[in-house]
């Protein structure tokens, strides 16, 4: 291992290869990750590797253009998150092909950006499934200080127009979406427990199912007492 900056992405990417676990590679369509361009890395090890490389715009993006799916894990993790700009967030949501990239790139870059809120408006409304879902992929992660009320409502109004969208990876995102702005203070948590009810009231039966699951984790005493806690803080 060099010292940080000596490296180019195609030395890294060498090094990432020779700790790939077949073991590891083996399991990775349990958890719904494509096998192909996939070394078998766990995410540990990768972040111990990023812990070791400077960060850097022009390594990271060597590193997303490799295709290789443990490389551009990596990459989120050394791109400079204030040096991403909208066009480029564009481009590389679009390489995105599975959950566990879409929630790194969202949540090791985009949310730690300047442009988290306008991709979260601008990629809700895609059609692609991996877009949709870092829509609100970026909403269940990103930090509540760095947006308003006014951003979280329109942030569940966002949800209530994707709640019926049955594809896996982006009901999922949807209602981690709603359940993270319910657990961020007690005015939110109202809001999106008002946003729940409507959607258990829909005739869709995978919304109606996404509301009644939010309601119940938004009410369990665990949230609740952990809210008001966090309220008296304050």
């Known amino acids: 291992m060099g010292p940080k900056g000596t490296e180019t992405g195609d030395d890294i990417v060498e090094r990432l290869k020779k700790v790939s676990n077949i073991d590891y590679w083996n399991n990775l369509r349990r958890f719904s990750i494509p096998q192909k361009n996939s070394l078998g890395i766990p995410v540990p090890e990768i972040r111990r590797f990023a ?6 715009r022009p390594i990271a993006m060597e590193l997303w253009k490799t295709g290789i799916h443990e490389a551009m894990i ?19 949501v679009g390489n995105v092909d599975s959950w566990d990239l879409c929630d790194h790139f969202t949540g090791n870059l985009v949310c730690n950006s300047r442009v988290a809120i ?28 760095n947006f308003t009320e006014k951003d979280v409502k329109f942030f569940l109004e966002c949800i209530l127009a994707s709640v019926e969208d049955e594809r896996n990876f982006v009901a999922k995102a949807v209602s981690w979406a709603l359940r993270e702005i319910g657990k961020s203070c007690m ?30 984790e938004l009410s369990s005493r665990k949230v609740r007492a952990r809210l ?7």
């Open 118 to 145: 306008e991709a979260a408006e601008e990629w809700y409304s895609r059609d692609e499934e991996f877009v949709k879902r870092s829509a609100f992929s970026i909403i269940a992660q990103l930090d509540r200080k």
């Open 228 to 234: 008001e806690n966090s309220s008296g803080k304050d």
């Open 51 to 56: 812990r070791h490389i400077e960060q850097s």
């Open 74 to 92: 990596l990459a989120t993790m050394v791109f400079p998150p204030e040096q991403l700009t909208m066009e480029e967030a564009n481009v590389m």
């Open 187 to 216: 005015e939110y948590n109202r809001l999106a427990m008002d946003t729940a009810i409507r959607i258990s009231e829909m005739k869709s039966r995978s919304a109606a199912r996404i509301g009644r699951t939010v309601i119940k």
